[in-house]
């Protein structure tokens, strides 16, 4: 045989050895793969019960409840996350690394469709998706050089506009307050009640992109889904921002706002202050909010039973990545999501909810449903479990409500 037939041979057996050990190696790989993947899938699922588990099986068996129905489940028993003292900077979590890669899926670059493990995932399409890319992509995140001073943001129409006039005049009592800006949402203003905002040095009179939202959002105001596409609006050019009802009076100066605002969150670490006054009727998280939005935000039920429905008539938000990822961008998805923000065609509304019925046992659950409140609430208390880290203390030295 000559010689370079011999060196032919010896190459292509050679060769066959190489691709025999290469497939070897690639075989052995995927076995390994898939044993990982199998023992990640079979993981221990989450301690957070769900709304279809037992309350028996939640509840510790020796854990002594409050049975004589005579207050809320003590708050305190609930374990915090986070701990008084504790400040969290704007990085305090990273930002979401594949937000701008759009070889990715579009979950995958928001960081997860899914709320925790076993939550039913919402759908990016049509207007979801573009509102939520929307917003996450250009919020003004906070920094450690930011200004504190809160932009006050409110939303009027034609009927409460001399209300919000009324109070916007007692505001200005406070020399310091002048300085205040305050942004106006219209809400269905005359072209009288526009030209006295445009005038008016201290407002601007901001109009929302109506046709970029899901239908439901602009034809049922009753949902006051509203509230939350004017706060992702705001959070676009302002990291610190304050929203407050047309009926909200503030008995403070701007400085004395900023002072007792930054106050309460470095005692606390959070990044959402509650000020509006307490009310008197108060039905908790459990009670006053619908089933098939715990679907999609599966939440601990002891501490949604413990605690009250957080007001959302004055409150002040820091746009931190946790505030962001954690709250803003869930509240942002459900608004979108007929099915969560207000399941079941909207019969089930906050006029459903009876104090006397919850006076009478503080354990039922799905009973009535306030809708922006309750995701809102219901979403900030899982963030912080206790609603002492996110209310005012003396609320209603700060506010008054008309």
């Not at 008197?280 to 909010?289: F, K, P």
């Not at 509304?349 to 659950?365: A, I, Q, S, W």
Request: contains cysteine.
């Amino acid at each position: 045989m000559p010689r370079q037939h011999q060196l032919y041979a010896i190459l292509r057996e050679r060769s066959i050895a190489v691709l025999i050990a290469v497939f070897v190696c690639y075989a052995l790989f995927l076995v390994f793969h898939v044993s990982k993947t199998g023992q990640q899938s079979r993981a221990a699922p989450s301690l957070l019960p769900t709304i279809d588990q037992d309350q028996d099986q939640f509840f510790d068996e020796n854990a002594q409840l409050n049975h004589d129905h005579s207050s809320l489940l003590n708050p305190n028993e609930i374990p915090e996350i986070i701990k008084p003292g504790q400040v969290f900077l704007p990085n305090d979590i990273p930002a979401l690394p594949s937000l701008h890669n759009h070889h990715t899926s579009e979950c995958e670059r928001i960081g997860g469709c899914k709320y925790r493990e076993l939550a039913t995932p919402f759908d990016l399409y049509q207007r979801t998706g573009e509102n939520i890319f929307d917003y996450l992509e250009n919020a003004r995140f906070l920094t450690p050089q930011d200004d504190l001073t809160p932009r006050f943001i409110t939303a009027v129409n034609k009927d409460n506009f001399q209300e919000f006039l009324t109070n916007t005049e007692n505001l200005r009592k406070h020399a310091e307050n002048r300085k205040i800006r305050i942004s106006v949402y219209d809400l269905g203003l005359t072209l009288v009640q526009q030209d006295v905002v445009k005038k008016d040095q201290i407002l601007e009179l901001r109009i929302l992109p109506w046709s970029t939202f899901k239908a439901h959002v602009e034809q049922d105001f009753k949902n006051n889904a509203w509230k939350l596409c004017i706060l992702a609006d705001a959070l676009k050019e302002h990291p610190v921002v304050a929203w407050f009802a047309s009926n909200i009076e503030f008995r403070k100066s701007l400085g004395e706002m900023i002072e007792i605002f930054n106050k309460k969150r470095e005692d606390s670490g959070t990044d959402v202050i509650v000020f509006t006054p307490d009310e008197d009727v108060e039905y908790s998280n459990a009670y006053g909010t619908h089933q098939h939005m715990f679907e999609y935000l599966p939440s601990d039920m002891r501490l949604m039973q413990s605690t009250s429905l957080l007001q959302d008539d004055g409150f002040v938000v820091y746009a931190t990545q946790k505030f962001t990822q954690n709250i803003m961008k869930w509240a942002m998805l459900c608004m979108n999501t007929w099915d969560c923000l207000a399941p079941d065609n909207d019969n089930l509304t906050e006029r459903d909810c009876d104090l006397d019925e919850f006076d009478g046992n503080k354990l039922l659950k799905f009973k009535c449903h306030n809708r922006v409140r309750s995701l809102f609430s219901v979403l900030v208390m899982n963030q912080y479990r206790n609603a002492g880290i996110v209310e005012l203390e003396d609320r209603e030295k700060f506010v008054s409500v008309n």
